[in-house]
């Protein structure tokens, strides 16, 4: 590696060295940090916000994969100086957040999953096939991409490779439970028709995307020990922050209010919704029979889902 390179030598392991090193240039996670603006903002921000910053990089540095999350995620050390998961958090809670989340992960049992939540490249975990032969692949990552909406994305595909759906969360610990907040909800690109999803829904049987992958969060939550889950508001998403309401505001395709309240959601406050456990099935006897063999075959999909998170979690 050459002097201008990433790594995590001894000489970096303490809080305050690891700044410095950050400060100065000598780690440089990404081309970013070798600009000097940057990394004076950085430093500016981490004279307003020393102590989260100072304990949040301290935790995170002594994990043996700190390497690979700074690669993964090259604002890493920057993200509890900015609006983060939801409005309303202020530099301690985003540290604390961003902390929680890795030490959830390594509560989980089954290290594929483990590694895909962090993974800079999306990696496949799910294999889904729906009406006339058609497959979807459920895949995971670091939130790279959405780094102000949470630490991992779950991502949904079609067989050709069109995004359908993603989503973006965090694990946090608050009075000793596991809770899991979801920072951003995403339906496909602008260049994707509707059509396309549509094809999608009729090919899971009338489930959307999006629906699809709040089931795999229901399940992952119900088999890691999460004892709460949340979604974030219209007006609590970090994008609705004043500095981001031009330059971000583009990235609003559809309502998170109306998707929480359309999945039985709670309003809690301004900022998040509380979400149900799970969505209870209805009972084949209560459904029209015309429509029963749909719905048989949505459950069939559904329990396919679970079986394979099951796999996953142990």
């Given at each position: ?148 909406e949470g630490e991992t ?68 939550a119900r088999h890691s ?16 922050a004043l500095r981001y ?70």
């Amino acid at each position: 590696m050459t002097d201008n390179s990433l790594h995590t030598e001894q000489a970096f392991t303490h809080r305050s060295s690891l700044i410095s090193a950050l400060v100065t240039g000598e780690l440089t996670p990404a081309p970013i940090w070798k600009k000097r603006n940057y990394r004076l903002k950085f430093l500016l921000r981490t004279l307003l916000f020393y102590t989260p910053t100072r304990r949040m990089l301290g935790s995170l540095s002594q994990r043996p994969n700190f390497e690979q999350l700074l690669r993964a995620q090259v604002t890493l050390p920057s993200k509890p100086h900015r609006q983060y998961l939801t409005l309303g958090l202020n530099a301690r809670q985003r540290a604390d957040a961003i902390v929680s989340h890795y030490a959830f992960i390594d509560t989980l049992t089954g290290s594929r999953l483990a590694q895909a939540l962090m993974s800079a490249d999306e990696t496949p975990l799910i294999e889904l096939e729906g009406k006339d032969a058609s497959r979807f692949t459920l895949s995971a990552s670091c939130a790279s991409k959405a780094e102000r909406e949470g630490e991992t994305t779950l991502w949904l595909h079609d067989a050709n490779r069109t995004l359908l759906a993603s989503v973006t969360f965090s694990v946090v610990r608050n009075n000793g439970e596991w809770q899991l907040v979801i920072g951003g909800l995403q339906g496909p690109r602008r260049n994707i028709s509707h059509e396309v999803i549509k094809q999608a829904t009729r090919a899971c049987h009338g489930i959307f995307p999006k629906r699809l992958l709040m089931e795999f969060i229901w399940l992952f939550a119900r088999h890691s020990g999460i004892s709460a889950m949340y979604g974030v508001s219209d007006n609590g998403h970090v994008f609705r922050a004043l500095r981001y309401r031009l330059s971000k505001g583009r990235h609003f395709h559809a309502s998170y209010d109306e998707f929480w309240a359309s999945v039985d959601g709670v309003k809690e406050n301004r900022w998040r919704w509380r979400l149900p456990p799970e969505m209870a099935r209805k009972s084949l006897e209560s459904i029209a029979s015309k429509k029963r063999a749909e719905y048989r075959r949505r459950f069939q999909l559904l329990d396919s889902l679970a079986e394979q998170i099951s796999l996953l979690t142990k």
